[in-house]
């Protein structure tokens, strides 16, 4: 199972816009903000004044289309991806040219060389 999507992702959003930050000593970041920021944030919903759930709150959103309803990023899911051997395209393209082979006879096209 993959990673599961936070607020700390430059792709989540709040469809709320009260996605806040809040530093140990209680100044409130911006999203923005926050990126610039070096120490230590936590996440703080100002529409529930309490900390945001993640995920699991109904208004959480990623821009990249990427958030799973159980809340999995498959972003950092990687997709294996299947090609056909040299072998199988080969006789693809063998059947291909069978299935041509009687329209280029009414051409009058002999030989094609591929």
Not at 20 to 45: D, N, Q, S
Not at 46 to 73: E, F, I, S
Request: proline residues 5%.
């Amino acid at each position: 199972m993959g990673r599961m999507c936070t607020p700390d992702c430059p792709y989540f959003r709040c469809l709320k816009k009260s996605l806040a930050f809040v530093t140990p000593r209680g100044k409130i970041l911006t999203p923005r903000a926050k990126e610039k920021y070096k120490g230590k944030v936590t996440a703080w919903c100002l529409w529930a004044n309490d900390v945001c759930k993640g995920y699991q709150c109904q208004y959480a959103n990623c821009v990249k289309h990427a958030m799973l309803p159980n809340g999995t990023c498959t972003l950092g899911i990687k997709v294996k991806e299947v090609g056909r051997s040299i072998e199988e395209e080969a006789k693809a393209l063998e059947k291909e040219y069978l299935a041509l082979k009687p329209k280029l006879k009414k051409l009058r096209i002999e030989d094609i060389d591929l």
